[in-house]
């Protein structure tokens, strides 16, 4: 059972940067892929960004050149850098793990981009 963490959401003005936090209660090199999903309210789940094990990375036409997934591996964490926001990335937040054919999630975290 993989454990997430999420955590970083808050309200930002447009144009501010944002840093997500996801902390993996299992080692990162037994994730095939972590990723970042968001929620705005009334509408599906998205994806917004992906990490693969050996580091190949992803992202939303939306948000691409505009956020950064990365990750620690000595801290089982992954992060989600978010720049120069808009009110339309305003959501909640999830982290997402996929180990072996299961997924996993986070409770999620909100990002309010608003002046």
């Known amino acids: 059972q993989v454990q997430l963490v999420d955590s970083g959401g808050g309200l930002v003005q447009p144009g501010g940067s944002l840093r997500l936090s996801c902390a993996v209660s299992?080692?990162?090199?037994?994730?095939?892929?972590m990723a970042w999903y968001r929620q705005a309210p009334g509408k599906e789940r998205d994806l917004v960004a992906s990490i693969a094990t050996g580091g190949m990375t992803e992202y939303a036409a939306s948000v691409k050149g505009r956020f950064t997934i990365s990750r620690d591996v000595a801290k089982n964490t992954v992060y989600l850098q978010m720049n120069s926001l808009k009110p339309e990335d305003t959501a909640v937040y999830f982290c997402?793990?996929?180990?072996?054919?299961?997924?996993?999630w986070g409770k999620g975290t909100l990002v309010t981009v608003s002046s």
């Open positions: 997402h793990a996929l180990r072996y054919g299961r997924d996993y």
């Open positions: 299992e080692s990162l090199w037994s994730i095939n892929v």
